[in-house]
T-cell receptor, first 113, second 112 residues
């Protein structure tokens, strides 16, 4: 996983609660992508961030989902008022710069009860 | 039409044989092409990247790209049981925003 850290690795929430997923990219990497993998489906792009900027959020649901990548600290994917359909594996990938390889973190597996 | 299409499998190949995985994509402006391996419950791991027409070899793996046919393939020679995994084909359109569009993956099983 080339040093990308994600936590928690597993997260259980009840419907209506909030989920916060954290991604620490490889040291020196300033590009972060978030992807979601629903059961038995491929990975779907959600959002692309650089430090303090959202570059592309075309894959994010319009409501309840938000993402940030502050100047200091990890990137955060926040899901408010979770529903059962949010249950999935959420992966972040970090990239040093344009044209470079994306390295995936171990993922956070979210289960909504 | 899906942007990236793969046969879901499962594909079963005897140990030592060649495994052939195929992928087609719909967006002609796609620039970069990747094969990721994903073991069950794990994260995707980059196996090969290819950017220009032709073949690219790395050890037991060969990626082939044909932009005219919008077709990418991955060959695994001398297949090993440890190659049993789901293989994901991914493409991106351009530098500057390199979000990946993935196929649903092909599940490969190597039979000892």
């Amino acid at each position: 996983n080339a040093g990308v850290m994600q936590n928690p690795r597993h997260l259980v929430r009840r419907r209506g609660q909030e989920a916060r997923l954290r991604c620490s990219p490889v040291k020196g990497h300033s590009h972060v992508y978030w992807y979601r993998q629903l059961p038995e489906e491929g990975l779907k792009f959600m959002v692309y961030l650089q430090k303090e900027n959202i570059i592309d959020e075309s894959g994010m649901p319009k409501e309840r989902f938000s993402a940030e990548f502050p100047k200091e600290g990890p990137s955060i994917l926040r899901i408010q008022q979770v529903v059962r359909g949010d249950s999935a594996a959420y992966f972040c990938a970090s990239q040093r710069g344009e044209g470079e390889t994306q390295y995936f973190g171990p993922g956070t597996r979210l289960l909504v009860l | 039409q899906k942007e990236v299409e793969q046969n879901s499998g499962p594909l079963s190949v005897p140990e030592g044989a060649i495994a052939s995985l195929n992928c087609t994509y719909s967006d002609r402006v796609s620039q970069s092409f990747f094969w990721y391996r994903q073991y069950s419950g794990k994260s995707p791991e980059l196996i090969m990247s290819i950017y220009s027409n032709g073949d690219k070899e790395d050890g037991r793996f060969t990626a082939q790209l044909n932009k005219a046919s919008q077709y990418v393939s991955l060959l695994i020679r001398d297949s090993q049981p440890s190659d049993s995994a789901t293989y994901l084909c991914a493409v991106n359109r351009s530098f500057g925003n390199e979000k990946l569009t993935f196929g649903t993956g092909t599940r490969l099983t190597i039979i000892p």
